[in-house]
């Protein structure tokens, strides 16, 4: 079966924002939320929804996860748990793909989008049905969409929104980070020591 190429910004590009969020989260004490783990980066919004970028060497990667309420992709055991017609969500696929799909099922997590880049492009397999990564909104995809996750972060904690020019220079350090330009962007009594360590990790992702 042939595959859909995606328009999606490649594991680099995401790196720097990825990586801004996972500081400002692990400040506030919310780390596992966003995070750096051995050739993996993870990102969950605290309700269900996820997505892990596996990073599997020659340039190779891995981005999979569920949103809770719009994936209609019902794969493997998630199509008999829901009594749903299968999406078959490696059809076409390169066997590379497989192993973070494996890892993902023995964790019995359900799957609602699996998608492959090659080191040129990322790809799916062809299907219909909404897979829920559009309504994810994964931070790591926009400047535009890590300020709003970082803002709502400020928020949440009942806090000010910090400036746009100290989100964009945290973004801009692309996981490079160290305290001070983490402390400019979160208050007072919150960890930066913590968050800088948390980013600088996505450097050896």
């Known amino acids: ?14 790196r720097g924002r990825w990586a801004a969020l996972a500081a400002v989260q692990a400040a506030a004490g919310h780390g ?10 993870h990102y969950d919004d605290g309700h269900g929804s996820w997505a892990d970028l596996h990073h599997l060497g020659e340039g190779r990667a891995v981005l999979l996860g569920q949103d809770r309420n ?15 017609p299968e999406t078959d969500l490696l059809a076409g696929a390169p066997g590379w793909w497989e192993p973070p799909v494996r890892r993902v099922r023995e964790e019995q997590l359900f799957l609602g989008f699996v998608y492959g880049y090659d080191g ?14 559009n309504a994810l909104r994964l ?39 160290d305290p001070a330009a983490v402390s400019a962007v979160v208050p007072a009594g919150w960890d930066a020591e913590a ?9 050896t992702g």
């Open 139 to 177: 931070p790591a995809l926009s400047g535009e969409w890590t300020r709003e996750a970082v803002v709502a972060t400020a928020r949440r904690a009942g806090i000010p929104a910090p400036a746009q020019e100290s989100v964009d220079a945290l973004i801009a350090a692309d996981a490079a980070l």
């Open 195 to 203: 968050g800088a360590v948390a980013g600088r990790l996505f450097l």
């Open 32 to 41: 596992e939320r966003c995070r750096a783990l051995p050739q993996l980066w």
């Open 70 to 84: 719009e994936s209609q992709t019902f794969y493997a055991e998630a199509s008999d748990f829901f009594e749903e």
């Open 1 to 14: 079966m042939t595959l859909v190429q995606l328009d999606l910004p490649d594991p680099t590009a995401m």
């Open 120 to 133: 040129s492009v990322w790809q799916r397999a062809d299907y219909e049905s909404e897979d829920g990564f």
